[in-house]
């Protein structure tokens, strides 16, 4: 095993640098070493043509821009993590049309694009335009794309209908007999993996309760 490293070390140097500033970067992660972590993984994308493709550097950088912050550090930029997300994103399908039957890559996949889903919906400013709508739309989308690559990802159900009551009565688009029923089914099928989910609609949990569900709250509790 020891010889085969070696060898494909040499034949592939660059692939090695690659991989080697990817595991850096995770390390960095571990120690709470966010800008450094940003570095490797940034460093690892700029090694030529073999880093310009490879799909883990791409998701970590959207995951630390979205969620990059602790007590002394707060990188998080939506817009910068979807950029990165939509890199890992479209390098991510083509892994998944390789390895089709293969590998549990289809999950991973599918946790990048709800990820991607989220960086749009962290973008909307509660504004009434077509660029707030097209935010939206991505984020419905995205999110979508996610749990039909995997059913059971309860979060992407709750968040879809998180989405559509953000357009609720708000936008042309949205004024339709469906867009409820879209509201009430993905909540229901949330719901379904975990109970948690139905206090997210009451007033006097402090815990669960979203705001976001304002508009649609009632029709949820009936």
Known sequence: S????????????LETQVKEYYRKG??????????????????SIDLNDMG??????????????????????????PKTATDYFLFANKYGDGILK?????????????????????????????????????????AIKYCEDAIALNPNLSQGFYHIAKYYSYGFG????????NTIEEIISNFKKAT???RNYLFTVDLKNTIYYDKAFETCRQQLIE
């Open 98 to 138: 390789e390895t089709k039957g293969k590998t549990n890559f289809s999950i991973v996949l599918a946790d990048c694009k709800f990820f991607l889903s989220q960086s749009y919906y962290y973008q909307l400013t509660g504004k009434i335009n077509s660029s707030e709508l097209e935010l939206i739309n991505n």
């Open 52 to 77: 310009e493709y490879f799909f883990p550097s791409y998701y970590q950088l959207g995951l630390l821009y979205l969620e990059g912050k602790d007590e002394t550090i707060n990188i998080t930029n």
């Open 170 to 177: 708000k936008f042309r688009e949205y004024k339709n007999d």
């Open 26 to 43: 995770s390390v960095f992660i571990k120690r709470g070493d966010l800008e450094n972590a940003v570095k490797c993984f940034k460093k």
């Open 192 to 194: 379904e993996f975990d």
């Open 2 to 13: 020891l010889l085969e490293g070696i060898l494909s070390t040499l034949e592939h140097p």
